[in-house]
């Protein structure tokens, strides 16, 4: 700690902070958003223009369980309410993704598939598996509603649909559309949909999505979202009323997208009554398929066919799971209520599911639904349903697939527990967004999965407050200092660390937000305005930025800047404290502490070694009159006028002098940004006395240099040590220079070591297969 004194009249030039021109990092956010248009307005909601097309459809659909695969006709009525006259429309076939001659094969990522230079027999496997299989989803019919063939291009995984004469603004365009494809072995080649087939019993368990040709989303911002599903960017849709009609064995259990319309014909009388007793339970779920009637149904063959009837109104998409081997439970969802109706919680799974699937899955959406609900809006559909099955976890409106299992055995490890329960929680939250607050998910996966990962931390915290397996900040240190990252706003399909960049990122920084910036109040009042804004609408980013600083009433510009579109981390260093003590200029003070501090300075080895020789006034006693012994301490009669005149010059000015003696310490404690991340300075101050004080400094600290920046700090104690982010929240990537004075601390190699970037992005990274045993039963894939 460097000392020094400072006059009073002199302190405020020691303490301003160093003055620079403002720079990049606290500019407006303006050059780089949209400007607002009547779509989406000023303030980040939606404009008085603001329109979204919608496409309905009726559907029905066949699962053949002997070939595995699907078939269906689709009558689709696209709603055209842009202002904009269409003459083509795009469609999706992301099916395609798995076609022999797909992009997704041609474009192999080294940093997350297949290890180029080593290939291991898991990863030949997969290879061959795709030689074997070619998923090309086939059209064998689209015209018109009247049955004329309407002219079509397939451009890999999207259709371009030419219409005869352009569709206007505000008019409807029916077209029917017949299709097949088989269905993708899930073990071996792994997608976000397939079946799993169990080779003790013989039976599958097929968990279907992106079955269908679905209408691209014609947008006000990018027209036509018509870029190539290659894996990553997942799937931007339009809402509409589904009404959709499934066939498929007659001794399968069905969940889908909807609510089902027709119990009568595919429950038995036993299965009605269950059900009707469970929309009153909401504390235990209940059987509405026993484990004893599934193992029961896996033993036997199918009689027939059965089709399942479901509606759903408002979706975005569609998916179903479907097999003989599901047991059924059910529960209502407390203070949740759709149409005068409770919502039900319900999760299917295989015998091979229990114990753990019945234990927690319907628990566990249950109490998403409750706790999202409070940090947004209240759920709005009938259903929400967890399905067990080899897609480890991904989203559907109402319904999701998740895949952690117990252990043949029947035991299972905690880590299992809490991957499952966390696994219902993210995924079923996937129904606030992006199911419902509908982002462009191909092009920003952070506007679901950070959002909707943000909500599942808080929502983990109060399934209990000991939530083991924590994903706060720390485990982001690692990835925060590798060098190739790219802004969190790159598009989806060039992010290599997905679930870093996407998830842990964006779920970090609102964290810091929210605890540290805004305050919980401010952030969940802006974070809810937003999600009611956006709810069944298309926001995107800017929507987003805008909306929590209008509504919170801060301006986050530079937060977003570094968060968002800076490949900046947080590092900052304490460089020293200095401390400053009041010059009393009373000699009376002064003069003995002048003495007391030169007393106290650490002997020289020159003095040491001379000491033993005796003074000269000791060797010739004689002379000691002679000598005049001097003492620093005492106040000379010129010294004690000099003051006297001061405090009189004080008195005239009238300023009390009793301000000379005030007993305070200053200290200028002195930081330097190290990462370049703009963000707040959370300090610990540890005193003498054994007290300590937290200081939450604003990061406008930063804002007239955003390299050095200095804060006073005034008090009665003495400062013993100082800590940067004493509760590591802030993802501070070298702690080293956090301490004042310095500490030990791990080193940064052994961090590296600790901290290698993991990549948690769930939804289609495929581990090994050695891995997948070990990871299929803690970390699920989302
Ligand atoms: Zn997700």
């Known amino acids: 700690m460097k000392r020094c004194l400072f006059f009073l009249f002199a302190a405020l030039s020691l303490t301003a902070a160093e003055s620079g021109a403002p720079v990049g990092k606290f500019q407006q956010l303006d050059s780089s958003i949209p400007t607002p248009s009547a779509q989406r307005?000023?303030?980040?909601?939606?404009?008085?223009?603001?329109?979204?097309?919608?496409?309905?459809?009726?559907?029905?659909?066949?699962?053949?369980?002997?070939?595995?695969?699907?078939?269906?006709?689709?009558?689709?009525?696209?709603?055209?309410?842009?202002?904009?006259?269409?003459s083509y429309l795009w469609v999706q076939l992301d099916q395609n993704y798995l076609s022999h001659n797909a992009d997704s094969r041609s474009v192999p990522n080294a940093k997350r598939g297949v290890d180029l230079e080593k290939i291991s027999y898991n990863a030949l496997d997969r290879l061959l598996a795709y030689e074997d299989y070619d998923g090309e989803m086939k059209i064998s019919k689209l015209t018109d509603a009247k049955g004329t063939a309407l002219p079509h291009a397939i451009v890999k995984t999207m259709l371009r649909l030419d219409l005869n004469e352009p569709l206007k603004a505000g008019a409807d365009f029916v077209f029917k559309i017949a299709w097949s494809y088989p269905i993708n072995d899930c073990e071996r080649i792994n997608a976000r949909t397939g079946y799993e087939f169990f080779k003790e019993d013989g039976n599958c368990i097929y968990t279907i999505a992106q079955w269908f040709p679905r209408m691209a989303a014609y947008t006000d911002y990018a027209g036509w979202i018509n870029k190539q599903f290659l894996g990553t960017g997942e799937f931007t849709l339009e809402f509409g009323d589904y009404t959709v009609r499934l066939t498929v064995p007659d001794d399968h259990?069905?969940?889908?997208?909807?609510?089902?319309?027709?119990?009568?014909?595919?429950?038995?009388?036993?299965?009605?009554?269950?059900?009707?007793?469970?929309?009153?339970?909401?504390?235990?779920?209940?059987?509405?398929?026993?484990?004893?009637?599934?193992?029961?149904?896996?033993?036997?063959?199918?009689?027939?066919?059965?089709?399942?009837?479901?509606?759903?109104?408002?979706?975005?998409?569609?998916?179903?799971?479907?097999?003989?081997?599901?047991?059924?439970?059910?529960?209502?969802?407390?203070?949740?209520?759709?149409?005068?109706?409770?919502?039900?919680?319900?999760?299917?799974?295989?015998?091979?599911?229990?114990?753990?699937?019945?234990?927690?899955?319907?628990?566990?959406?249950?109490?998403?639904?409750?706790?999202?609900?409070?940090?947004?809006?209240?759920?709005?559909?009938?259903?929400?349903?967890?399905?067990?099955?080899?897609?480890?976890?991904?989203?559907?409106?109402?319904?999701?697939?998740?895949?952690?299992?117990?252990?043949?055995?029947?035991?299972?490890?905690?880590?299992?527990?809490?991957?499952?329960?966390?696994?219902?929680i993210h995924e079923v939250g996937h129904n606030y967004f992006p199911m419902i607050v509908n982002s462009d998910e191909r092009q920003w996966t952070w506007m679901d999965e950070g959002l909707n990962s943000f909500i599942e931390y808080l929502t983990e915290e109060e399934w209990e407050s000991d939530w083991k397996h924590k994903r706060d900040g720390r485990s982001l240190v690692g990835y925060m200092r590798s060098t190739d990252?790219?802004?969190?706003?790159?598009?989806?399909?060039?992010?290599?660390?997905?679930?870093?960049?996407?998830?842990?990122?964006?779920?970090?920084?609102?964290?810091?937000?929210?605890?540290?910036?805004?305050?919980?109040?401010?952030?969940?009042?802006?974070?809810?305005?937003?999600?009611?804004?956006?709810?069944?609408?298309?926001?995107?980013?800017?929507?987003?930025?805008?909306?929590?600083?209008?509504?919170?009433?801060?301006?986050?510009?530079?937060?977003?800047?570094?968060?968002?579109?800076?490949?900046?981390?947080?590092?900052?260093?304490?460089?020293?404290?200095?401390?400053?003590?009041?010059?009393?200029?009373?000699?009376?003070?002064?003069?003995?502490?002048?003495?007391?501090?030169?007393?106290?300075?650490?002997?020289?080895?020159?003095?040491?070694?001379?000491?033993?020789?005796?003074?000269?006034?000791?060797?010739?006693?004689?002379?000691?009159?002679?000598?005049?012994?001097?003492?620093?301490?005492?106040?000379?009669?010129?010294?004690?006028?000099?003051?006297?005149?001061?405090?009189?010059?004080?008195?005239?000015?009238?300023?009390?002098?009793?301000?000379?003696?005030?007993?305070?310490?200053?200290?200028?404690?002195?930081?330097?940004?190290?990462?370049?991340?703009?963000?707040p300075v959370i300090l610990k101050v540890e005193y003498t006395d054994g007290t300590s004080e937290e200081l939450n400094i604003p990061a406008e600290i930063w804002r007239f240099n955003t390299e050095k920046a200095s804060k006073l700090h005034f008090t009665k104690k003495e400062i013993k040590s100082v800590i940067f982010d004493p509760r590591q929240e802030l993802v501070d990537t070298d702690v080293e220079n956090n301490f004042w004075p310095r500490r030990p601390v791990k080193s940064k190699f052994q961090l590296y070591k600790d901290d290698k970037p993991t990549n948690p992005m769930r939804e289609i990274t495929k581990p090994e297969k050695d891995d997948a045993k070990k990871t299929k039963k803690s970390e699920p894939k989302k």
């Open 253 to 424: 259990i069905v969940a889908a997208t909807g609510a089902l319309q027709n119990a009568d014909a595919v429950l038995s009388q036993a299965q009605r009554d269950r059900m009707k007793k469970a929309e009153s339970e909401m504390k235990k779920p209940m059987f509405i398929v026993t484990p004893e009637e599934a193992k029961a149904a896996e033993k036997g063959k199918p009689k027939g066919n059965k089709t399942w009837e479901f509606k759903a109104a408002n979706v975005r998409d569609f998916a179903f799971a479907t097999s003989r081997k599901f047991v059924w439970d059910a529960m209502a969802v407390e203070g949740a209520m759709v149409n005068g109706k409770p919502v039900m919680a319900m999760s299917l799974y295989p015998k091979e599911g229990m114990p753990l699937w019945d234990k927690y899955s319907t628990h566990a959406i249950a109490h998403t639904i409750q706790t999202y609900s409070r940090f947004t809006f209240d759920y709005p559909y009938p259903v929400a349903w967890s399905v067990n099955g080899e897609v480890g976890g991904m989203e559907y409106p109402m319904i999701c697939f998740n895949g952690p299992r117990p252990e043949k055995d029947g035991t299972y490890p905690e880590k299992t527990k809490y991957s499952l329960i966390g696994v219902v």
């Open 485 to 679: 990252r790219v802004p969190v706003m790159t598009n989806s399909e060039s992010i290599a660390d997905l679930g870093p960049n996407a998830y842990s990122q964006p779920s970090a920084a609102l964290n810091i937000l929210r605890e540290n910036i805004l305050g919980r109040e401010a952030f969940d009042h802006a974070f809810k305005i937003y999600a009611k804004r956006w709810m069944f609408k298309r926001p995107t980013p800017s929507d987003f930025f805008r909306t929590m600083e209008e509504a919170s009433g801060v301006d986050l510009d530079w937060f977003w800047r570094g968060w968002f579109y800076s490949v900046d981390h947080v590092d900052v260093s304490i460089d020293e404290v200095k401390w400053l003590q009041l010059d009393t200029r009373d000699p009376a003070i002064e003069n003995p502490k002048k003495k007391k501090e030169k007393d106290e300075l650490p002997q020289t080895l020159t003095k040491e070694r001379n000491y033993p020789l005796p003074k000269r006034v000791d060797r010739f006693p004689e002379l000691k009159d002679f000598y005049d012994s001097f003492d620093e301490s005492k106040v000379l009669p010129s010294e004690k006028k000099k003051f006297e005149t001061l405090i009189k010059g004080l008195k005239e000015e009238e300023i009390d002098p009793k301000l000379l003696q005030t007993k305070r310490n200053l200290y200028v404690i002195e930081f330097s940004n190290v990462g370049g991340l703009i963000t």
């Open 41 to 86: 307005n000023a303030s980040g909601a939606p404009g008085a223009a603001y329109w979204q097309n919608r496409a309905d459809y009726d559907i029905s659909v066949e699962l053949d369980d002997v070939k595995r695969s699907i078939s269906g006709e689709a009558t689709v009525t696209y709603h055209n309410t842009s202002p904009d006259a269409l």
